[in-house]
């Protein structure tokens, strides 16, 4: 069993819906929880940045972790076309430990 | 500032050539990294140093990989010899220290081995 499980998708939506993105995970030791974007031919960029459980809102993103169903949410409110990208969830226990990436789920938004 | 710079962005070989990948950090990170990236597939840590020291190398396949990290700045990953299965895209990130995952990546490079 992989230490964090994302579903690769493609995901589709038209322009203006939200958007859902989960991920879970096994270890009950990650504390940091990450939402990295990567468009196509680029590399990964921070988007959003969770510790512990709770929820953490950037326009138009909401980050949730939910630690007690190790299970954390990314939901992107009126999406855009612009938002057409691979989104990669990401976590780690902290200290010297590695972070842990999901495969990252492909995101398309239609005009 | 400038982000994380790597080069070259494209490189195609024949397998059992030799392949070098180079880095350069933002200014100031003292923790650097190397990923690896499979099509379709989250970043892999092949290794990562705290200045000039390879902390954690375990996953980098050491028979054919190696890197280096000279004065603690800009970083080397070498592949000799190339394999078809090593191509990929090979990420480079820095941090300003290791504890909570908030990395800078480059735009990577992408080898195809024929």
């Known amino acids: 069993q992989k230490e964090v499980e994302q579903d690769p998708g493609p995901l589709s939506v038209p322009e203006g819906a939200i958007v859902s993105l989960n991920c879970t995970y096994s270890?009950?030791?990650?504390?940091?929880f990450m939402w990295y974007r990567q468009y196509s031919r680029k590399g990964p960029e921070l988007l959003m940045y969770t510790y512990s459980s709770g929820n953490k809102e950037d326009g138009r993103f909401t980050a949730q972790v939910d630690k007690s169903s190790k299970y954390i949410s990314l939901f992107i409110r009126d999406s855009q076309p612009s938002d057409s990208a691979t989104y990669l969830c990401?976590?780690?226990?902290?200290?010297?430990?590695?972070?842990?990436f999901g495969t990252g789920t492909r995101l398309t938004v239609i005009p | 500032e400038a982000g994380v710079v790597q080069s070259p962005r494209y490189k195609i070989i024949e397998k059992k050539q030799p392949v070098a990948f180079w880095c350069n950090p933002i200014?100031?990170?003292?923790?650097l990294y190397w990923y690896l990236q499979n099509l379709g597939q989250g970043p892999e840590l092949l290794i990562r140093y705290e200045n000039e020291e390879a902390v954690d190398d375990s996953q980098l396949p050491k028979d054919r990989f190696s890197a280096e990290r000279l004065k603690g700045v800009d970083s080397t990953l070498k592949i000799q010899p190339a394999e078809l299965g090593d191509s990929a895209v090979y990420l480079c990130?820095?941090?300003?220290?290791?504890?909570?995952?908030?990395?800078?990546f480059g735009e990577g490079s992408r080898l195809t081995v024929l």
């Open positions: 200014s100031g990170h003292n923790t």
């Open positions: 270890n009950s030791a990650f504390q940091y």
């Open positions: 990401a976590m780690t226990p902290g200290g010297a430990n590695n972070l842990f």
């Open positions: 990130a820095s941090s300003l220290g290791f504890s909570t995952g908030e990395l800078f």
